[in-house]
């Protein structure tokens, strides 16, 4: 179905721990979590804040990474989805600029309706669970680096599945 044909916009919701709870964790400094004062009481530990699960298949190790996105304009097309089968997929901006979550329920096959559009303002971060559908990293206002804690795995392994969904006619904002 071409774009001309049918578009749908994806409403963008707030960022909240009980509407992303299906898709994963939402990482942030809230006053609600466990917290303790450490280090002689200068800091304060905002304790367990998201499930990472690398340990699907052998040889599986936790990676720390930094990605780079460049930001992108509203109204965008949605082009892909991807999931990781094997892995959670943390990502918490390093700057405090707010991005866009595009998700979907973990299943075999991504269903259009079921795609949700989420606002993580600055000071907050998602973890996605293992095979729930999103869209790559979407940037805002400016350049934004991510720290990004997933699956490292042995060389070959197939932890990505990815679906081109340039002609279903998805926008955010």
Known sequence: MSDATRRTTLAIEALTPQGFAPYGDVISARLDGQQFHINQGFATRFHDLARIDVGQEAGGRVLVNIFRAVPRALP???QVM???PLGSQAFVAMSELPFLVVVA???AQLQP???RCFLAQAGQGVNYAKGVW???L???ERASDFLVIDRGGPA???NLDEVDV???GLWAG
């Open 156 to 158: 070959g392994e197939n």
């Open 82 to 84: 991807e999931r990781h």
């Open 138 to 140: 979407i940037a805002l």
């Open 166 to 168: 340039s002609g279903w």
């Open 105 to 107: 329920a973990p299943a």
């Open 113 to 115: 309706g079921q795609i």
């Open 76 to 78: 965008m097309q949605l």
């Open 134 to 136: 999103h869209h790559p």
